[in-house]
């Protein structure tokens, strides 16, 4: 069965670092999402990706925030200057067209867990 | 702002009793709802979803249902089994001019005891 893959499933970083968290989405899904979960609280929409361009973004999703489909089967976040509270679960999901019979379910990655030091 | 809110952070259930996980929501333009199901370390995981334009929806074991008018929702689970214990969120999306992204309750930690 098809999946969503992130990677590393770990990171640890050094407060003001840049990092890069990277996803792998189903394949043909045209869908893509980033969301996140500080521990003990809900999960939260960060953005979503349509068309090689983001389509909604979250108060969350501020200007240290950025994502990229570099090729044709990654999907990144980048975060350009890391704070204590950037530290989460993070969690890429993607979902298929609206011509699809479940296109409104959205697949799940199993996250990484971002330390901010 | 809890547009989505599951009350009950944790619940415990015997194995084959029925489990009844609810969910409000504030939003009447929500037009999709879904339960997620996550363990431990992984990610949420897909597990039933209903259309605001119906009232039930059943797939094995899981059955959810929407009450409009109430902007209420469950999920069931019967019979429950120990491997069903894990943290389940409702979700919400909204219709129209959003790309589909999902407004998540807390979750409910649901124990499925022996």
């Known amino acids: 069965e098809p999946e969503v893959t992130q990677t590393p499933s770990h990171q640890v970083t050094q407060m003001g670092q840049e990092v890069i968290l990277r996803c792998v989405p189903i394949s043909n899904h045209l869908y893509f999402y980033w969301y996140r979960q500080i521990l003990g609280q809900k999960v939260e929409f960060l953005v979503s990706?349509?068309?090689?361009?983001?389509?909604?973004k979250s108060e969350i999703f501020d200007d240290q925030f950025s994502v990229e489909r570099p090729d044709g089967s990654n999907f990144t976040l980048k975060i350009r200057s890391t704070k204590l509270e950037d530290s989460a679960m993070y969690f890429c999901a993607s979902r298929a067209s609206g011509g699809a019979p479940n296109y409104n379910e959205q697949f799940f990655g199993p996250g990484t867990r971002l330390t901010v030091l | 702002d809890q547009q989505v809110k599951q009350n009950s952070p944790s619940l415990s259930v015997q194995e084959g009793r029925i489990s009844i996980l609810n969910c409000d929501y504030t939003n009447s333009m929500f037009d999709y709802f879904l339960w997620y199901k996550k363990y431990p370390a992984e990610g949420p995981t897909f597990l039933i979803s209903i259309s605001s334009i119906k009232d039930k929806n059943e797939d094995g074991r899981f059955t959810v249902f929407l009450n409009k008018s109430a902007k209420h929702l469950s999920l069931h689970i019967v019979p429950s089994q120990p491997g069903d214990s894990a943290v389940y969120f409702c979700a919400a999306k909204g219709y129209g001019g959003s790309q589909g992204n999902l407004i998540f309750g807390k979750g409910t930690k649901l124990s499925v005891k022996p």
């Open positions: 990706f349509y068309n090689n361009e983001i389509s909604e």
